[in-house]
């Protein structure tokens, strides 16, 4: 494994990247953990904590400029709390969560490179913003629980495609929604002994710096997508490895 002040030093580039766009890089933490084969075990829960420590600092940063609206994020939360729960509860075996972690990131790669900058001139109104909000949301909770992916990098983009918010309340959105998904999914892996406070430790102090940076720089003036681009590199380089470990 790798130095843990060279992993500190990459989560803190990392940290400050992802929050510039409001998201609370929980993607790239869970690929470059599983790239320096971190125990499988850990690294939904060293992920989560990280994204919870990112995402409050970015969501206050949102909040103090205005682009909070709780009417768009709390349908999203109502189903994404408990299944973010009841994914933190389930305990994968080794290989489950390598094939359950390559689909999740094979599928981010795929949005990130071909469905970036799509627009879909179809709008939802009434009811059908419900089911919608209603069914992501629950999706990407279970899918943050399980793997520590926040879900933040689907959800953003998707507000702003079916034109349920613009770009900032996306972000804010975003932020907000990674940050309860988040302590779900880690409040029931604590519950259940899926954690280590000595290894967290020095991460959570380099992403609360990376992530107060960039949560500034993104909810001011830092443009967004070209993030993603960038860290889609580094997912990229765990489907590999995690390929060559499953194949």
């Known amino acids: 494994m790798f130095g843990e002040r060279v992993i500190a030093a990459l989560f803190f580039f990392v940290a400050m990247m992802y ?3 409001g998201l609370g890089g929980g993607s790239s933490y ?3 953990l599983a790239i320096f084969d971190v125990n499988y075990v ?3 829960t060293t992920s989560l904590m990280l994204n919870v420590t990112v995402t409050s600092l970015g969501a206050a940063n949102f909040w103090r400029g205005g682009h909070v609206r709780w009417g768009l994020i709390a349908p999203f939360l109502v189903s994404s709390i408990p299944l973010a ?3 933190g509860s389930i305990a994968l075996s080794k290989q489950a969560f390598y094939i359950l972690l390559l689909v999740t990131l094979v599928t981010l790669v795929v949005r990130i490179y071909f469905f970036d900058g799509l627009r879909i ?3 939802l109104e009434g009811a059908q913003k419900i089911v919608f909000s209603l069914a992501l949301g629950g999706a990407l909770g279970f899918i943050a629980g399980t793997v520590g992916i926040g879900g933040g990098i689907y959800l953003v983009p998707l507000i702003v495609m079916f034109g349920l918010g613009a770009e900032k309340e996306a972000a804010a959105t975003g932020s907000i929604f990674i940050w309860v998904n988040s302590i779900a999914g880690l409040f029931s892996r604590i519950q259940r002994g899926a954690f280590d406070m000595e290894w967290i430790l020095p991460l959570v102090a380099a992403v609360a ?3 107060f940076l960039g949560s500034y720089m993104g909810s001011f003036r830092f443009p967004p997508w ?3 681009k960038l860290m ?3 997912i990229i380089i765990a489907i590999v490895f995690l390929v060559r470990r499953l194949f």
Do not use: K, N
């Open 19 to 21: 929050s510039s766009v």
């Open 30 to 32: 869970t690929a470059l």
């Open 42 to 44: 850990l690294i939904p």
């Open 85 to 87: 729960y009841l994914g």
């Open 121 to 123: 001139s179809l709008r």
């Open 209 to 211: 710096a990376g992530g």
């Open 226 to 228: 070209t993030v993603q």
């Open 232 to 234: 889609g590199v580094v």
